[in-house]
Nanobody, 119 residues
């Protein structure tokens, strides 16, 4: 069964921190790179960070130095530690496999987790 479940979002003041979690069914996690994305209202989905199977990470310039992606292969989980949050970080955050899982011809996305940063 294909499943990606994001959690850990919430409301936080600017400058605060949140840790997002994503658990995946083993069939879509094991052996693959994973990534975090976000989508703000009225904007396209934006790639934030990737973690390769053995832990190498890459970040978008917009979050470099503030966000840290990590994974726990034993738990089929990927995390996003977000520090120094800004109001412009407000968005729905999603995790995804690289390449994305395809279901019925479409890229599969979980339900996402809402992050709201107040000024």
């Amino acid at each position: 069964q294909v499943q990606l479940v994001e959690s850990g979002g919430g409301l936080v003041q600017a400058g605060g921190s949140l840790r997002l979690s994503c658990t995946a069914s083993g069939s879509i996690f094991s052996g693959y790179s994973m990534a975090w994305y976000r989508q703000a209202p009225g904007k396209q989905r934006e790639w934030l960070a990737s973690v390769l199977r053995l832990g190498t990470t890459n970040y978008a310039d917009s979050v470099k130095g503030r966000f840290t992606i990590s994974r726990d292969n034993a738990k089929n989980a990927v995390y996003l530690q977000m520090n120094s949050l800004k109001p412009e970080d407000t968005a729905v955050y999603y995790c995804s496999r690289i390449p994305p899982v395809r279901v019925n011809g479409y890229d599969y996305w979980g339900q996402g987790t809402q992050v709201t940063v107040s000024s």
